[in-house]
């Protein structure tokens, strides 16, 4: 009788000292997956931009992945249909913190960027930068921005 009685509080006293609440399902971001050595760069599939995982194969990150961006789609990536407008020869020349951001300074005049080669190079910067929810570009004697990423992180 006393194994039995000791045996049910040690089971109550489990149950009752777990201090874990039921909660429903708490939606996250996917899971990172791929090369540890990689740049995300954006790229155009169908007109939009997607996200694309770029391994570097024991290369050094470049400084900026705005430069893998200029350079355009490789080989593998050509093959899946993805496409860029940033115009080649592209470079980042300084990258200074803003307010909510950062302000990127590149080589080519942003004024004539289209709209789908901002949203590559925004959104590639903003990844590169951990989440930076402002991205200001300047190039060229002017500036667009601040401006956001349309796509979620």
Request: a positive charge.
């Given at each position: 009788m006393r194994k039995t009685w000791f045996a049910l509080l040690l089971i109550v006293a489990t149950v009752a000292a777990c201090g874990?609440?039921?909660?429903?399902?708490?939606?996250?971001?996917?899971?990172p997956a791929g090369p540890t050595n990689a740049a995300v760069l954006y790229?155009?599939?169908?007109?939009?931009?997607?996200?694309?995982?770029?391994?570097?194969?024991?290369?050094?990150?470049?400084?900026?992945?705005v430069d893998l961006l200029a350079a355009g789609p490789d080989e593998?990536?050509?093959?899946?249909?993805?496409?860029s407008e940033v115009p080649p020869g592209t470079a980042v020349l300084d990258q200074e913190p803003s307010p909510n951001g950062v302000t990127v300074t590149l080589t080519t005049a942003v004024a004539g960027l289209s709209a789908r080669a901002v949203d590559q190079i925004v959104c590639t910067v903003r990844d590169f930068h951990g989440g930076t929810p402002q991205i200001t570009l300047?190039?060229?004697g002017t500036v667009r921005g601040p401006l956001s990423c349309p796509l979620p992180g």
């Open positions: 874990i609440r039921p909660s429903g399902v708490i939606p996250g971001a996917f899971a790229f155009l599939s169908d007109g939009q931009a997607i996200r694309v995982l770029r391994p570097l194969a024991g290369e050094l990150a470049p400084a900026s992945p593998t990536e050509q093959e899946r249909g993805y496409r300047r190039g060229g």
